[in-house]
């Protein structure tokens, strides 16, 4: 594993500049590199099941061979060949870089447009060792979050945004780069897409097939738009919603247990959430190597593997009033019933594994190995989908007989009670309602939705793109003063979303959350997003600090249509439209995005959600100035006049209340209906 802590604060030689700007610029290479040993420490995805004809077999050749010159495909039809009867994909391993793969200053990066270089770096960022889930496939997260399908798309991308200009925009269509056309300053950069099947062609096998046949990709949520952060993107979240959901039961936090599962890309964060919030934290993983990442990133304290040992040391953490993370290297169905068992009092629950992605390594089935259950999953798929299925109910039934005693449980928009529901689990309402089809809520109905999303709070991201440490202190403290001004006249509705905030962001440093690029990530509206933003740029001009990129995760307030997640606290029957998410991308493509994204996908799976995204650059100029406040206006308030329109309490007010502020802005608002009258 990298480490990130010696990179940052190397600087590369004249000599190791120049010749990566020549791997760079090369794009992929008139000689081809010498073929590249499979390496088994690496944290590689699982085989992917066999779903090609022989005759799509051959199509998935021709389509990677495209890549290159005819004089070199008879050398390369058989490696590939053997990468698709082995991995289910062709990956083109031979073309990974030699050069290290992580976020650089973006001064190091060859190119004409800065914008470019920022794009690139966070590519890079997005497939460094230490934030990737596993690397040498081009996967970030989720299992199958992709950033490309192989390694030519990435060279290729790369080489493009080394020769573009703010003259040009580069079309990246579900990771393959498209080409790059004429436009102008003001638009995107890159325009990304990923997945955007016909509607009837988007069920979890349409995936494998078009995905083996490298025309599509799964993006997953901020994987293919090149702004994942590490873990990092979502402890924030979590620490909001482990904080709310004591609150919500009335304990403290302190002397509390939370159990939960999942230590990959995303779920990796709960531990080190937990620990923020104050409890105590148990974590679930069956993959020995994430979890020995975890521990060595500091994610977690420590890692059991004996159930008995487990049980007592939390027993003892409980009594002392610990604030400790505990992970479980084993099925989470287990530490459920043993738990059940032993009485052991859970006050939240919740599950974070890759559900969108049941069938092909998010999910693992109680009883069997982890060896033995990717061997499965690619020879006998459908055994292994009865044996998830089976661990499925099982999982519900022991959080049913928790929940019976007390535990508050809540899915955490993995599609867990989707899923549930559908191997037949006992997930379901007895008194369901529109939106309320299940017998938990999902934490966006009961905690984020209605207590962020519909005030506009969300998921604001930066990256220091010089690198360095020192900026990002540097932006904390900018960050910091900002929302500490704005408390002082913020209305009471808003004032525990500011106040822990500010808490977060005094504690962001201490608590070590830096994964690769120098980032941070915050919740904050329109008016807190815009004002810190503007003290950036400025921050920028003078000198104090290198550019700033800007973005956020699609789990927003704007950039998701997701049933089950994102809009699950949205009660009018609209939920399952998309129009918000298209909305959002298209008015923030001509509001001075850097670059854009739309996925099909994301945290809930393929054909379950449409999702958006952006990245923005500060350079400090006027040009900056003026596009951060017109598209980071728009990208929440979009949001937020949709939540309202919805009848949405929150949104009413927060959309009443930017109005008021900016007097272009005209929202039609809904009535409301005398439930008697009804």
């Not at 549930?420 to 934490?443: C, D, I, Q, W």
């Not at 290198?546 to 927003?556: I, S, T």
């Not at 945290?603 to 500060?618: H, S």
Request: net charge negative; proline share 5%; charged share 20%.
């Amino acid at each position: 594993m990298q480490d990130n802590s010696q990179h940052i604060a190397t600087v590369p030689s004249l000599e190791a500049m120049e010749l990566f700007h020549q791997q760079i610029t090369v794009g992929i290479p008139s000689i081809l590199p010498q073929a590249k040993p499979y390496e088994p420490q690496i944290n590689h995805a699982p085989k992917r099941k066999e779903i090609l004809t022989d005759e799509e077999k051959k199509l998935a050749l021709q389509n990677a061979l495209r890549y290159f010159e005819p004089h070199q495909h008879a050398e390369l039809l058989p490696e590939f060949k053997q990468e698709l009867e082995l991995y289910g994909r062709i990956y083109m391993y031979r073309l990974r870089p030699d050069y290290e793969m992580r976020a650089r200053n973006i001064e190091d990066y060859p190119g004409k447009s800065l914008q470019a270089k920022a794009i690139m770096l966070m590519i890079q960022n997005n497939l460094d060792y230490a934030v990737a889930q596993h690397p040498h496939e081009l996967i970030t997260y989720g299992g199958n979050g992709a950033v490309f399908s192989n390694w030519a798309q990435y060279r290729l991308t790369m080489q493009y945004l080394a020769e573009m200009t703010d003259e040009q925009t580069l079309v990246m269509y579900s990771g393959h780069p498209m080409g790059l056309f004429p436009s102008h300053k003001d638009a995107p950069r890159v325009v990304v897409t990923n997945g955007m099947m016909i509607p009837n062609y988007s069920k979890p096998n349409d995936w494998e097939k078009f995905n083996a046949l490298g025309v599509t990709q799964y993006g997953q949520m901020t994987a293919g738009s090149y702004m994942y952060i590490g873990p990092q993107g979502i402890v924030h979240g979590t620490t909001i919603t482990v904080l709310n959901g004591f609150r919500k039961i009335k304990k403290n936090p302190s002397g509390g247990l939370f159990v939960t599962s999942g230590l990959g890309g995303m779920s990796g964060a709960q531990p080190k959430a937990g620990t923020i919030a104050g409890c105590v934290t148990v974590c679930a993983e069956v993959n020995p190597k994430i979890t020995k990442i975890r521990h060595e990133q500091g994610w977690i304290h420590e890692i059991h593997t004996d159930m008995n040992g487990l049980i007592t040391r939390v027993r003892e953490a409980l009594a002392n009033k610990e604030i400790v993370s505990l992970a479980y290297l084993g099925n989470v169905v287990d530490v459920w019933e043993r738990f059940d068992e032993e009485n052991l009092h859970i006050d939240l629950g919740s599950d974070q594994t890759s559900l969108h992605n049941p069938w092909a390594g998010g999910y693992y089935p109680v009883g069997i190995s982890f060896e033995e259950a990717n061997e499965m999953m690619a020879t006998h798929p459908e055994q292994f989908k009865t044996e998830v299925q089976k661990t499925l109910r099982r999982h519900a039934e022991a959080i049913n007989k928790h929940t019976a005693k007390g535990t508050y449980f809540f899915d955490y928009g993995n599609a867990f009670l989707l899923e549930a529901s559908r191997a037949g689990a006992a997930v379901m309402a007895e008194n369901p309602t529109l939106g309320r089809e299940f017998k938990y809520p999902s934490y966006v109905q009961d905690i984020m939705g209605p207590m962020c999303f519909d005030y506009g709070f969300g998921p604001f991201r930066w990256v220091c793109a010089s690198n360095k440490p020192e900026d990002l202190q540097k932006t904390d403290n900018i960050a910091c003063a900002v929302l500490e001004e704005m408390m002082q006249n913020a209305p009471e509705e808003i004032q525990q979303q500011m106040a822990d905030n500010i808490q977060w962001i005094k504690g962001a440093q201490q608590n070590k959350l830096v994964v690769g690029s120098q980032a941070r990530i915050l919740y904050a509206d329109a008016e807190g997003r815009i004002k810190i933003a503007q003290a950036f740029n400025e921050a920028i001009k003078n000198g104090q600090i290198g550019p700033v990129v800007l973005g956020r995760d699609h789990h927003d307030v704007s950039g998701t249509d997701s049933p089950y997640r994102e809009t699950s606290n949205i009660y009018d029957g609209s939920r399952f439209t998309a129009d918000m998410a298209i909305h959002n991308v298209i008015g923030d493509s001509f509001r001075g995005a850097t670059w854009v994204s739309i996925h099909n996908g994301g945290g809930v799976g393929w054909g379950e959600v449409i999702n958006g995204g952006f990245g923005m650059l500060l350079d400090g100029s006027e040009d900056s100035a003026r596009r951060l406040k017109s598209m980071l206006f728009w990208d929440v308030n979009n949001g937020i006049s949709r939540r309202s329109w919805a009848r949405n309490e929150g949104a009413i007010f927060a959309i009443k209340r930017a109005m008021e502020v900016e007097p272009l802005l005209k929202v039609t608002l809904p009535n409301l209906v005398d439930e008697n009258l009804l």
